[in-house]
């Protein structure tokens, strides 16, 4: 304890007692408020001592707390290590939160988008994105899941078409068919005429 003429009154070293303080210390204490101040090789922490008698406000003294500089810097720096430390895990975890965040937004549905694709190259058009979000992805999935079933739609159109003409083509063979065998009946009614006339004619330049 420090009495308001800078004197030490009271000390837990009985060698500090009456001694004066700094002039450093010294200023401070005739401010009468709580300041923590560097003196040397300590921190002072001072408190004042203020008794209200008579409607008065009467200061007695501070009270000094001294703590060594080596141990307020050692403090402080474990403290900035903490925080570094605190900081580099804060950062870690907001890393993986946000990969984690674009796998789900964008890796994911990237990856289904592209499987999509690689199945509809190989002819397996019944496969769908079925992406549901809302953004550019989703868009571009729902899109081409739309390009898939219109594709699907074409191609039903075109088999039922090719089946159409086939079943036409096997139609105009059977026609094609039947116009060759009666051909082949009428050359043979032909030639078998032919042959009768000429036997006629024969039989009359006999007689």
Not at 24 to 52: A, C, F, M, W
Not at 62 to 91: C, E, N
């Amino acid at each position: 304890m420090i009495n308001s003429q800078g004197f030490i009154v009271a000390h837990n070293r009985s060698t500090q007692i009456d001694q004066q303080v700094s002039a450093g210390l010294r200023s401070h204490i005739q401010k009468n408020s709580t300041v923590t101040v560097l003196d040397g090789d300590r921190y002072h922490t001072l408190i004042p001592i203020i008794e209200h008698i008579n409607e008065q406000d009467i200061f007695f003294g501070m009270i000094d707390i001294g703590v060594p500089k080596k141990v307020v810097s050692l403090k402080i720096k474990r403290l900035l290590i903490s925080s570094i430390g605190l900081l580099a895990l804060f950062l870690l975890v907001t890393f993986f939160c946000i990969s984690l965040i674009l796998y789900v937004v964008v890796g994911r549905p990237l990856s289904r988008l592209i499987h999509v694709s690689k199945e509809t190259r190989a002819g397996h058009y019944d496969t769908r994105a079925q992406l549901t979000t809302h953004d550019e992805i989703g868009q571009t999935g729902r899109a081409f899941d739309t390009m898939t079933s219109t594709l699907v739609d074409t191609i039903k159109e075109r088999d039922k078409h090719i089946e159409h003409i086939n079943r036409l083509t096997l139609e105009l063979e059977k026609h094609r068919d039947r116009l060759e065998q009666r051909t082949q009946q009428l050359q043979l009614e032909l030639t078998e005429r032919k042959r009768t006339e000429e036997d006629l004619r024969r039989t009359q330049f006999a007689v």
